[in-house]
């Protein structure tokens, strides 16, 4: 395309197999060791990333 | 939903509801803008652009509508359920503090009531009762808070030790976090963090008149002589992640001097953050701040950006953001999850849905001594999650902010569900900043 650059698409995964919870909490609070849930990766996708293994 | 905006000489699109991340040239971000009113392309900004390169854009714009991946409707959700399982605890070892921050919500460490460290064995059932509450999720976070947790460091010692000691049997992995104002810290303490902490937080606000102004000692003197020599020392030894974390107040707006100092100073994991504090407290910022701090994480994005291509390249906490492999809708919908899968256990035992309730009596849950906990605040934050914040679900920012703290909506909105629209603006600036470094730095 010429107007526009794709940096991503569709990120917000809503597969029937998230939400198992492993990953970091996450206040935002001054004072705590995270802060948004935009900063965290999703842990499922961390392990299939280090593991290569993409399909769930 | 479909939010423009402009950072680091570029133009953005983020598709609010699939988080689709596009950059755009100024032709194209003028026709997202207009894109559901009536417009005459012979006037305005469109009459510099030929008749050609409007239908051009406009088709490439349709492509992506027709994918699914701009303009997207949004989804039904997954309703929002209590479970009943807690993953992560803030463990306040120690309502003491060996300083006497200005803008500190813990009251000097003594959270307004009684000034004690954690026993032993209130630790022990705090942990017993985290992984009694975990359910099947293997992997468990306890914060070491305070107060200052170095003032208790041989119960934190203990504690470590004795999770550790089942870990195995009860097929949990222990991830311990732990904040401290580095003015205790000495080597020995240095090599346990190493061996025991998945991440570490100093505080330290920054630079020296700053940081002393706010960060005194019982005494009146100013403590960053000595947090600051042993954050160095801790930063050459350390292994595995950590932060400096500081806060900005009214007093130093210029807050971008003191991320860029830090990093001078040899530190490359940073976050220095906004203070919350009631209108009528000296170091409060205001309502009228806004468009100055605002200001001041433009100019820190744009020399951000710049050290990172340098050997200078360091984290700034809020300007990051995972485009491509950020968390599921569930976790974007939960967000911290306090009193829900999140709580804090103070001195006494007395269970909180997290920190900044600590000592408030509205909201004790329980006590993990007397093996009390009710369920009834948890499943109220439980379910007013992002969905239930009509404000929230009106905004952009809200798959990356998920519906803002829920300690400052209660305290100083009076509701959960009302966000704190002084920290709202903030927050969507610092979520322009990261998702344009974030693009910048991976595009191909
Ligand atoms: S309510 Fe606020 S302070 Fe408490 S855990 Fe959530 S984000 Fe942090
Ligand atoms: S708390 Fe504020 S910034 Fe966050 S989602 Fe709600 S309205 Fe948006």
């Known amino acids: 395309m010429k107007h526009i650059k794709v940096v991503a698409k569709s990120t917000i995964c809503r597969d029937k197999h998230t939400g198992c919870g492993e990953c970091q909490s996450s206040c935002q609070s001054a004072c705590k060791t995270s802060c948004t849930v935009g900063n965290q990766s999703c842990e499922q996708q961390k392990i299939n990333r280090n593991e290569k293994v993409d399909e769930r | ?444």
Not at chain 2, 207 to 217: F, G, I, M, Q
Not at chain 2, 325 to 336: A, F, I, M
């Open chain 2, 1 to 444: 939903m479909i939010h423009t905006f402009d950072c680091l000489g570029h133009s953005f699109l983020l598709d609010v509801e699939s988080g689709s991340v596009f950059i755009v040239d100024s032709l194209t971000k003028a026709l997202v803008e207009n894109l559901n009113s009536p417009v005459d392309y012979s006037r305005g900004e469109f009459s510099r652009y030929t008749t050609e390169e409007i239908e051009e854009a406009k088709s490439e714009l349709d492509e992506l509508i027709k994918e699914g991946v701009l303009d997207s409707a949004e989804p039904e959700h997954k309703k929002a359920e209590y479970n009943g399982v807690i993953k992560a605890m803030c463990l306040n070892i120690s309502h003491m503090c060996n300083l006497r921050c200005e803008y500190c919500f813990a009251d000097g460490g003594s959270y307004s009531g009684k000034m004690m460290n954690m026993s032993y064995e209130v630790a022990k059932k705090a942990i017993d009762f985290l992984i009694e509450k975990s359910g099947h999720r293997r992997n468990l976070e306890v914060d070491f808070f305070g107060g200052e947790p170095l003032l208790n460091l041989d119960v934190v010692k203990q504690t470590v030790a004795y999770a550790r000691s089942i870990e195995k049997e009860k097929n949990k992995n222990f991830r311990f976090t732990i904040t401290t104002n580095a003015v205790l810290l000495d080597d020995e303490t240095i090599d346990f963090f190493n061996e025991e902490m998945y991440n570490v937080v100093l505080s330290i606000d920054g630079r020296k008149e700053v940081h002393n102004c706010v960060r005194k000692t019982a005494t009146g003197e100013g403590s960053y002589d000595l947090a600051m020599q042993n954050a160095l020392k801790f930063k050459q030894k350390r292994v595995g992640q950590y932060y400096i974390r500081g806060t900005y107040t009214a007093l130093n707006k210029d807050f971008s001097k003191d991320v860029l100092y830090l990093n001078d100073c040899g530190f490359d994991q940073i976050s220095i953050e906004p203070v919350v504090l009631p209108d009528t407290h000296r170091l409060a910022l205001k309502k009228s701040d806004i468009p100055e701090l605002i200001a001041e994480y433009e100019t820190l994005v744009k020399e951000y950006f710049e050290r990172r291509k340098t050997d200078k390249w360091f984290n700034f906490f809020h300007f990051m953001i995972d485009v491509y492999h950020g968390p599921c809708e569930t976790k974007r919908l939960v967000g911290c999850g306090a009193g829900n899968e999140y709580v804090a256990v103070a001195p006494n035992g007395d269970i909180f849905p997290c920190h900044q309730f600590d000592g408030d009596g509205n909201y004790k849950l329980g006590n993990v001594l007397e093996g009390t906990f009710d369920t009834t605040l948890p499943e109220h934050f439980a379910k007013n999650n992002l969905l239930c914040k009509e404000d929230c679900r009106k905004c952009w920012a809200k798959y990356y902010c998920s519906g803002g703290c829920a300690a400052n909506a209660i305290h100083y909105c009076g509701d959960i569900n009302k966000p704190y629209k002084m920290t709202c603006e903030l927050m969507r600036k610092r979520i322009e900043c990261a998702i344009a470094v974030n693009s910048l730095e991976n595009l191909k």
